[in-house]
């Protein structure tokens, strides 16, 4: 009863928006367990709860009342509400602010982790000229902790140099800096995403199609498929050509979690080659929710493939009135000159 | 002259292909036909004939001639069975007796026979030992051949990459590449599989001797490939055609259909009956699966399967054709002579099924005319293929201008088997 009682009395009072946005125990406890942390969750929850109710100025006193608090459990906290994120495919105002706050507070307790990213969010920021980080101080603080990082071989700095040099199309560097990475870190998490972006870079050259094969596959052996997708997706294309029942599971790898250009792909790979039409109409019938005009002109030779007359009409109608966009426009006159005759066939029919 | 004639006897045209073979005639102008063309008459293509009877003459003279990384001898059967320079041998040896000429005669043919089987049986287990090491790297049965094809693919990037400026080529040019297997070793990790024949080989010689001979000639799937004699190999090239084009109009693969502007269609191989993709593998000759196998694949309907084996043979036939015309067209071939031998020459019309019913090849690449005729065949298929490929002489990649593993391209083509302007 007392302990119970005492419960009741030392657990602070709950905030009604705090239930709302955040995941339920069940879903928390997952990701924790997919990311091996060293908190569980119920030492995790009261520090959530107190960053989710205190602003920046107060974050000082959480080691404080968190005396077991560790700077990489911060970061770990973070990591997890990124995973949710990822997974749900959702974006939560409060829990994105959230993670800004811990990403703070990992920063102030001494994370080296947290400080190459605020440094590189900084340096980003001011490129895009950002009202916000017009002070140069700001700049070059960012600038002397990066350099400082970059002299102890902090691993995340270096890949966060390879990234920034990736964005300005700077690949040679980029690519120097991704194998500096990967020389002292090549099983983790960080390295699948190195791993992927090198490919990326080594299609581009000669010789390096078979590089970027071997880097994609390291990418997604490391990677879970939500951060991997772009990398499956450009795996599938590589093997298209030379092994299409490879590839195919690839795509259907990357429509598992809604990969949009997965779908057209899968629906002509499946109505072309495969020649399975049912198959072939259901990922076009996906694709054409979102939208994707490709995914209504499979649609329309699926139908007629099958011989449904009825969906076939309506698809062309879809068309009709998508054509009235400008943008669209030429695309969907293209397909209509180059489909006349069986438009033909279907008017009579 | 008899055999000329049979040889390009008239050609009776398919009531399949008759009217739509547009495209066909345009192959002999085509830059890629050209070219090779060039190379055969300007003597840097030469078919090498490395069989006779006789080996201490001419065996270490035309292994001189063949280029080693591109034939594999060991691995195929005879061309010519000497059987007359041998009866002629004897009857000029003076030492035989006018009496015992006509046995003696015999008992050296068939002493020949059991030295061609025995150094058949050596040259089996030696493909089989010596490519150990490359069945660990490339294993056929698990998508090596596709990692080649991605090799050949990422040669034609490299090409678009390093070209990507320049319009449409117009001479056929190739550049020396390197490859991560050499063709006598992709032929052989096909052709290793052979070994396996030589218990049921060794049982049948063991129970009827002098009679196995017989029975090889008329049995010759039975016998390892490069024990075959030309009498059993041309049995055997008979019944892989008569199984690929059956009756006239009923191809194994069904028809060769052509588009309306007269390329040919695009076709898939899930687009295929089960039986026809089943008649195709049990009749293509370096088949990387036994039959048995086959039969179950069938029985238990397994398209996929049956799909999966014949991607194999339209990739082991592109990594093969890609490597013999880097070898024939590279750049610097105006200095080294690319020596083909005649098994080899052989072996490339069996696998493609550039033949009719009752064209004797090994005849035919031991006569100029017919050689010449072998080529002919070989070189248009060749340019019907790949012309117009970023590796030869065009702006796009194989798969670009045909295709994933488009099966139109396996199908027998009797347009290209027209050799009656020669």
Not at chain 2, 154 to 173: A, G, P, Y
Not at chain 2, 244 to 251: E, H, K, S, V
């Amino acid at each position: 009863m007392q302990r119970f009682v005492n419960r009741f009395v030392s657990t602070p009072r709950i905030s009604r928006k705090f239930q709302e946005f955040f995941p339920k125990k069940k879903t928390i406890n997952r990701v924790l367990f997919q990311l091996d942390t060293r908190l569980t969750y119920r030492e995790m929850y009261p520090i959530f709860l107190h960053v989710s109710q205190t602003t920046n100025e107060e974050s000082i006193s959480l080691k404080k009342k968190f005396p077991y608090i560790k700077s990489s459990d911060i970061m770990q906290m973070r990591s997890a509400l990124i995973t949710l994120r990822m997974q749900n495919k959702f974006v939560h105002k409060d829990l994105l602010v959230m993670e800004d706050r811990l990403l703070n507070i990992a920063a102030e307790l001494g994370s080296n982790d947290a400080i190459s990213i605020l440094s590189f969010k900084v340096v980003h920021e001011h490129e895009k000229e950002n009202v916000e980080y017009k002070d140069e101080n700001d700049v070059e603080t960012a600038n002397r902790f990066i350099k400082k990082l970059y002299a102890r071989n902090h691993h995340l700095t270096i890949k966060l140099i390879g990234d920034l040099f990736f964005e300005h199309k700077t690949f040679e560097k980029a690519e120097k800096y991704y194998r500096e990475f990967l020389k002292l870190e090549n099983s983790t998490k960080i390295a699948g995403e190195v791993y992927g972006k090198l490919g990326e870079i080594q299609i581009k050259q000669i010789n390096g199609f078979l590089k970027a094969e071997n880097s994609w596959l390291k990418s997604i052996e490391l990677l879970e498929i939500e951060r991997s997708s772009r990398w499956y997706f450009l795996l599938a294309k590589l093997y298209l050509s030379s092994e299409p029942m490879r590839a195919k599971a690839l795509l259907e790898k990357c429509a598992s979690i809604g990969f949009k250009e997965s779908f057209k792909t899968l629906g002509f790979l499946e109505l072309n080659y495969f020649q399975n039409h049912e198959r072939a109409n259901e990922w076009f019938k996906l694709g054409m929710e979102i939208m994707d005009l490709e995914c209504f002109f499979g649609f329309f030779d699926c139908c007629l493939k099958v011989g449904n007359i009825v969906s076939a009409r309506n698809c062309l109608e879809s068309l009709k009135k998508l054509g009235s966009d400008d943008n669209r426009k030429t695309i969907i006159n293209t397909f209509f000159e180059s489909r006349k005759d069986s438009m033909k066939l279907l008017e009579k029919a | 002259m008899h055999s000329r004639l049979i040889m390009i006897r008239r050609y009776v045209t398919s009531p399949v292909t008759k009217s739509d073979s547009i495209q066909l005639h345009n192959l002999v102008s085509t830059p890629l036909f050209k070219a090779l063309n060039n190379c055969y008459q300007s003597g840097i293509l030469q078919i090498v004939q490395d069989v006779n009877w006789n080996t201490e003459t001419t065996s270490s003279n035309s292994t001189e001639h063949l280029t080693v990384s591109i034939n594999s001898t060991r691995s195929l059967p005879m061309t010519k069975f000497p059987k007359k320079e041998i009866l002629k041998q004897v009857k000029l040896d003076t030492k035989v007796g006018q009496w015992r000429k006509f046995m003696t005669g015999w008992f050296k043919i068939g002493l020949y026979l059991l030295k061609s089987y025995k150094t058949g049986i050596q040259d089996t287990f030696k493909v089989y030992w010596d490519t150990r090491n490359e069945k660990r790297k490339f294993d056929f049965r698990n998508g090596a051949l596709a990692k080649l094809v991605r090799e050949v693919e990422m040669n034609e990037v490299n090409i678009k990459l390093s070209f990507s400026s320049l319009s449409k080529k117009r001479d056929v040019k190739v550049l020396a590449r390197p490859f991560s297997i050499n063709r006598k070793a992709l032929v052989e990790l096909i052709r290793r599989d052979q070994v396996w024949k030589l218990p049921f080989f060794f049982t049948l010689v063991f129970i009827f001797e002098e009679i196995s001979a017989l029975i090889f000639t008329f049995f010759p799937r039975v016998c390892p490939y490069n024990c075959l004699t030309p009498g059993g190999y041309k049995k055997l090239s008979d019944s892989y055609i008569k199984g690929t084009t059956g009756t006239q109009g009923n191809y194994c693969l069904g028809p060769l259909e052509f588009s309306e502007q007269g390329t040919i269609k695009y076709e898939s191989p899930y687009g295929v009956p089960i039986e026809d993709l089943y008649c195709f593998l049990t009749n293509f000759p370096q088949s990387m699966i036994p039959s048995w196998k086959l039969y179950v694949y069938k029985k238990l309907k397994s398209q996929k399967l049956l799909c999966n084996e014949i991607e194999k043979i339209y990739q082991y036939l592109l990594v093969d054709d890609w490597l013999l015309l880097q070898n024939i067209l590279k750049t610097d071939a105006e200095t080294n002579k690319v020596a083909l031998s005649g098994k080899e020459l052989v072996n490339c019309i069996l696998e493609r099924k550039l033949y009719r019913i009752g064209d004797n090849l090994n005849e035919m690449v031991n006569d100029r005319l017919g050689q010449k005729i072998l080529l002919k065949r070989l070189f248009l298929y060749w340019s019907l293929r790949y012309n117009d490929t970023i590796s030869f002489n065009g702006n796009y990649t194989f798969s670009e201008k045909w295709g994933v593993n488009n099966i139109s391209l396996l199908k027998y083509n009797s347009e290209l088997v027209i050799t009656n302007d020669i």
